[in-house]
């Protein structure tokens, strides 16, 4: 199924580092360290040589505790922070596609490409959302970024998205802020949807929803992964969510990634003692 | 009283290294047209906020065989065009007209002239407000980001959420555009009436913001496109049937004011008439009028 | 044919420009003499002066007569006319160190090196009119003089180093307290007078705007940081006043040549830190700098104060969360007086173009309004997406 040909993003060597390291940092720092701080010269590494393949139609979990770098990862792979070191590969899932590095790319390219290319969720909904502008202007921001020009055909596309992702049309105009959580998550799924993009980023979208909310949620997710075959990027501090929608998962822990595999794998098998002790709290 | 002192100044008040400084800014807008550069604004004996950024760059430019015209609402004699000429006279003895086609340095504020202009004459416009960005992004550093990597869907957002709310575009002045299909530009408060005459036209077209310190131009034969949709487009303030009550044109932006003859009883009444005053006048001589001198 | 109707700009500005010198004089008291406003209105000389960031007493108090006593006209009439001066060349930094205090006072330790000293100061004076002054007489100048010189002779000091004293910062260095590392080190400062000011800004950036900022500006955002809009807890390290001595470069010798004293106003803030999860530099107390030309203590506090909540901030990578007064841009952008009266004052500007734009747009809003409004099914039709 996942053949060589189909990937959509390689990421090799990717490092993030808060300070400028010392010659003591790698001995003092990780998961065998419990730290992604160095002792010595205070240097964050917040991110250390990750490297991981994501294919064509594929959903990659990304798990870890709050500081084990996930986070970063996922900031670096949307370009909203620049790695000290490595390369994220780009490729669209088409046949005579070339692959592109979004790491040497500059400002204007990278704006244009993260608009086009790449669609994100936040936790916070006011991180991916302006609450001054209506729920339909929200969800227009990335096709007047890319020149749609005719306010008759931005609103016929903003209604099919909302109807896609289970909101009510008729609040179009809506203030943001009159929305519920569970339906501001909608918003930011529509938004990420507008552009088709070839590769939607999760992070911790549905952490601090109501159960009954995030199931619902996690369902449209999985509708729409089904329906469009859409590539995703999943980051999540809970293992339930990563084993409803991821097929692989890489476990992250102290800037490093400390295993990764097939989540029904990992969650029935795991390998590294860090692991064992998520999968034994969660389970 | 203070004529006197007034050869202690240089021509064109500010030094010429000064002058030089705003020179090279404006070579770099001219060749990155719509782009804001920051310049070092120099302290001048006029308000910031009252034209010190279009009066520098008339001293930074103009030299002693220019024929200098200044006009404030489209008026030679609007209290402020008297003042920003006579500080400009004073200080380079260089010969002023009211024709435009006469002039060879137009510095005005809030109008285009009426009559077009040509690839030999130079248009510096007084600019308040410096960043279009502004109404959905305040902090300068942001926006200036915005700018570099063309970010401009939230302020297309605010032209779409204008259109849902109102039914319409509502904007007056400071309409934003699109400068050689790359930087988005506030085109200062002309009206609307003006904002397509930046297109394409013959002359150059400096902008200067003292108090915000930037100028920025539009080069000659440059496309210069408002924010619209397809469905609903940028208006101009022109009304089917307008026409001035002075010389009867019926294609010039009109102001309103009041009119009462004196010496009557006539209760007086409101009227509208062309914000350029000497192409208003221009063309009541050609009709046969005789031009008073005041 | 009639004539065109003359407009008459030029003269209506030369007589309002008489009407004003008659304003000033139509009393017919006995015009103010320079000298007057320099010695006795010391305060309005140095405000006029730092704000117009010219050292200049007596043009300063030609500029407070020229503009009637209004602090922000005077000061813009110095700004200007500074504009028009060569630089002739840049002073040898000037240390607070070499200041010859007339006063000075720490708020942080009950006693310091060298001892506090109060100086002319009116802050313990009971605030009531003095009546007295209503009809003062050359005599009574000479009997205050007079008291003075007694007071003086009693006290006499001899001692050349009279005046000198350590500061209380150098201390709190020496005990970490306050970093010994500068913000900028090494670099040349900024010049905002011949550089845009774009942000991130430097730090001597920072003190120069504020230096030359509206006090009351300063006075506001410092006061909003730590009344309730801010996280600031400033303690006074040290406030000094007195006469500076400043030095040039001889341009053959290469010795330093003194050109002379100026009075001025230094002041340094020490403000509790907090730093942030991530940051785990050893805790100090933020420094903040003040320094104002003459005796300006009010606006030097209120600049240190704002030096060290902006330094703070920024060691932190926020801006402005924890309230306006920290957020650079905000503050250095919005406090210059000349700036922001000049364009608050623009708007008597003839705005006729803009308005009658104004107006047709209000009158499409109208026409939008009424068109739904006459519409039977307005209820319905409001919404944007049916009219759309």
């Not at chain 2, 030089?20 to 990155?32: G, N, P, S, T």
């Not at chain 3, 139509?26 to 406003?37: F, V």
């Not at chain 3, 140095?46 to 602090?71: C, F, T, V, W």
């Not at chain 3, 309730?228 to 290469?254: K, M, N, Q, S, W």
Request: hydrophobic residues 40%.
């Amino acid at each position: 199924m996942t053949d060589v040909a189909s990937w959509v993003l390689n990421v090799t060597g990717l490092t993030k580092r808060y300070g400028l390291g010392c010659p003591r940092c790698a001995e003092s720092t990780g998961p065998d360290h419990g730290s992604s701080q160095c002792p010595f010269c205070q240097t964050v590494h917040a991110c250390v040589n990750a490297g991981f393949t994501l294919y064509q139609g594929e959903v990659l979990g990304i798990v870890g505790e709050s500081g084990s770098g996930k986070s970063t990862l996922m900031q670096l792979i949307n370009l909203t922070i620049n790695p000290t070191a490595g390369e994220i590969w780009y490729r669209e899932p088409t046949q005579d596609s070339t692959a592109m590095n979004l790491v040497t790319m500059d400002g204007f390219t990278r704006r244009h490409f993260r608009n086009d290319r790449l669609g994100i969720v936040h936790q916070r909904p006011e991180l991916g959302l302006n609450m001054r502008f209506s729920v339909g202007g929200n969800v227009a921001e990335k096709l007047l970024l890319a020149n749609w020009r005719h306010i008759g055909r931005i609103r016929e596309r903003i209604t099919e998205l909302m109807i896609q992702t289970e909101l009510p049309p008729e609040r179009i105009d809506d203030d943001p802020n009159t929305f519920s959580g569970g339906m501001l998550q909608r918003v930011q799924i529509a938004k990420a949807l507008s552009s088709n993009p070839g590769l939607l980023l999760l992070d911790e979208v549905t952490s601090g929803l109501d159960l009954s909310v995030q199931a619902r949620v996690l369902d449209l997710i999985r509708r729409i992964q089904w329906e469009q075959k859409m590539t995703m990027l999943l980051v999540s501090h809970d293992l339930g969510v990563i084993k409803q929608l991821a097929r692989r998962t890489i476990v992250m822990k102290n800037g490093f990634i400390v295993e990764s595999g097939l989540t029904d794998q990992i969650l029935e098998d795991p390998q590294h003692p860090y692991t064992q002790l998520l999968v034994s709290s969660a389970l | 009283m203070t004529e006197q002192h007034t050869n202690i100044y240089n021509f064109g008040f500010i030094d010429e290294d000064s002058k030089r400084e705003v020179r090279r800014q404006l070579l770099k807008a001219v060749a990155l047209p719509g782009h804001q550069v920051p310049f070092a604004s120099r302290d001048l004996p006029i308000g910031r906020g009252w034209g010190t950024g279009g009066l520098q760059i008339t001293m930074a430019i103009i030299a002693a065989s220019d024929t200098l015209k200044v006009i404030d609402q489209g008026d030679d004699e609007s209290v402020n065009a008297v003042n920003l000429r006579r500080l400009l006279t004073r200080t380079t003895g260089v010969s002023t007209t009211v024709d435009t086609q006469a002039a060879t340095i137009i510095q005005t504020r809030h109008r285009i002239p009426e009559e077009q202009m040509r690839e030999d004459q130079i248009l510096v416009l007084q600019v308040p407000m410096v960043d279009p960005l502004r109404w959905v992004e305040p902090n300068l550093e942001r926006a200036t980001v915005m700018h570099g990597e063309a970010d401009y869907g939230r302020m297309w957002v605010y032209m779409y959420e204008s259109v849902i709310k109102a039914g319409d575009i509502r904007i007056a002045t400071q309409y934003p555009v699109i400068v050689a299909g790359r930087y988005m530009m506030d085109t200062t408060p002309i009206p609307r009436w003006d904002v397509l005459r930046l297109h394409n036209a013959d002359h150059l077209s400096l902008f200067g913001a003292g108090r915000e310190k930037r100028v920025y131009a539009v080069p000659p034969y440059t496309t210069v496109e408002p924010l619209e949709f397809e469905d609903f487009r940028f208006k101009t303030e022109y009304a089917e049937g307008q026409r001035c009550h002075r010389c009867g044109a019926t294609n010039t932006f009109l102001t309103g004011h009041f009119v009462k003859s004196p010496g009557t009883d006539e209760p007086g009444h409101w009227v509208t008439s062309c914000s350029d005053a000497s192409y208003c006048d221009k063309q009541m001589v050609a009709q046969g009028w005789t031009e008073a001198q005041e | 044919m009639g004539y065109i109707a003359a407009r008459g700009g030029t003269q209506a500005i030369l007589n309002a420009e008489l009407l004003v010198e008659y304003m000033r004089l139509h009393a017919a008291s006995d015009p103010i003499g320079i000298d007057q406003i320099r010695d006795q209105m010391r305060a309005a000389v140095g405000r006029a002066m730092n704000e117009g960031a010219l050292y200049a007493p007596n043009l300063a108090a030609l500029a407070l007569k020229q503009s009637e006593g209004d602090s922000i006209d005077a000061s813009f009439l110095l700004r200007a006319y500074r504009s028009t001066l060569q630089r002739v060349m840049p002073t040898i930094p000037a240390r607070g160190v070499d200041i010859r205090c007339q006063r000075r006072i720490s708020a942080s330790f009950k006693d310091i090196p060298g001892g506090q000293m109060l100086g002319p100061s009116t802050d313990y004076q009971i605030r009531m009119l003095n009546t007295l002054l209503m009809h003062e007489s050359t005599a009574d100048v000479q009997r205050i003089l007079k008291e003075y010189d007694a007071l003086i002779a009693q006290h006499a000091d001899t001692d050349e180093r009279a005046g000198y004293f350590p500061k209380v910062v150098d201390y709190m260095r020496a005990e970490q307290m306050v970093p010994f590392v500068r913000d900028d080190e090494g670099a040349e400062p900024f010049d905002i007078t011949r550089t845009a000011l774009t942000f991130p800004c430097s730090r001597s950036a920072r003190l120069q705007s504020l230096a030359q900022a509206d006090t009351g500006c300063l006075l506001t955002y410092a006061y909003s940081s730590v009344r309730g809009y801010g996280d600031a807890h400033p303690t006074l390290a040290e406030l000094r006043f007195g006469a500076l001595a400043i030095a040039v470069t001889h341009p053959l010798t290469g010795e330093p040549v003194c050109i002379g004293e100026i009075v001025v106003t230094e002041c340094e803030i020490v403000s509790k830190a907090h730093s942030v999860a991530h940051n785990q530099e050893r805790p100090y107390f933020q420094l903040g700098y003040g320094f104002t030309f003459g005796h300006s203590e009010v606006k030097a506090m209120s600049m240190g104060i704002l030096d060290s909540v902006l330094s703070q901030a920024k060691r932190n990578g926020l801006s402005g969360e924890s309230g306006p007064a920290a957020n650079e841009e905000f503050v250095l952008l919005h406090s210059d007086g000349i700036e922001a009266s000049g364009f608050t004052a623009h708007y008597k500007l003839p705005h006729y173009v803009t308005f009658e734009a104004d107006l047709k747009v209000l009158e499409r809003a109208v026409d939008h309004v009424e068109s739904d409004a006459l519409n039977p099914h307005a209820a319905h039709a409001t919404t944007a997406k049916e009219r759309l």
